[in-house]
Structure formats: structure tokens, C-alpha cells
């Protein structure tokens, strides 16, 4: 886990868990740890996918695609005003 300064913001990478390589167009899913759901997206062709304008606090992301199991974050930690980048391996 890294942390840069820059705008609320997370920034994700979505990989298969046995090449390594990108994964497009997984539905991910963001929620706080109230459990609120916060927003959803699509990774793009690079397997990357951004939620930006959150606030400080915990949150956890579910990832979904057609022929992978599910994944569900542990709780990420993003502090205000911080950008926080990740890598997930996504297990077929």
C-alpha cells in the first residue's frame, strides 16, 4: 500500500492472480465502514479504476467478473486529502 499527497482520491489496479495481467471491465463496488455503499465503477482496459472525492476514513472494495471469484478488500485505510494506490490479485 502507498500513499502520495493529492486529492481524496483511490486509485486501483486489478490483476489476475496468476498472470499478472490487467482486468478489464470488472464491476467494483466501494463501501465505508458503515457499510454505506459509496459508488460504483468498471476498470478499464488496464484494470484500472479511481473513486475520488472521499474523505478520510476506512473503506473496502468488492470486486466481480465472469469467470473469477469474487474479492472483497481488506479495509483500506485513506486518510483526507491523500491519494492511496493499490494492487489486487483477482483469483480465477
Request: proline share 4%; hydrophobic share 45%.
Amino acid at each position: 500500500l502507498c500513499s502520495k499527497a493529492a486529492a481524496r482520491s483511490a486509485s486501483r489496479i486489478a490483476v489476475d492472480s496468476v498472470t499478472r495481467d490487467p482486468l478489464p471491465d470488472l464491476l467494483v463496488t466501494l463501501v465505508d465502514s458503515a457499510a454505506n455503499f459509496l459508488g460504483a465503477a468498471r476498470t478499464s482496459e488496464r484494470g484500472r479504476f479511481v473513486f475520488t472525492g472521499r474523505g478520510g476514513g476506512f473503506y473496502a472494495l468488492d470486486l466481480r467478473a465472469i469467470g473469477f471469484k469474487r474479492l472483497t478488500s481488506p479495509w483500506i485505510p485513506l486518510a483526507a486529502n491523500a491519494t492511496v494506490e493499490v494492487t489486487l490479485s483477482v483469483v480465477r
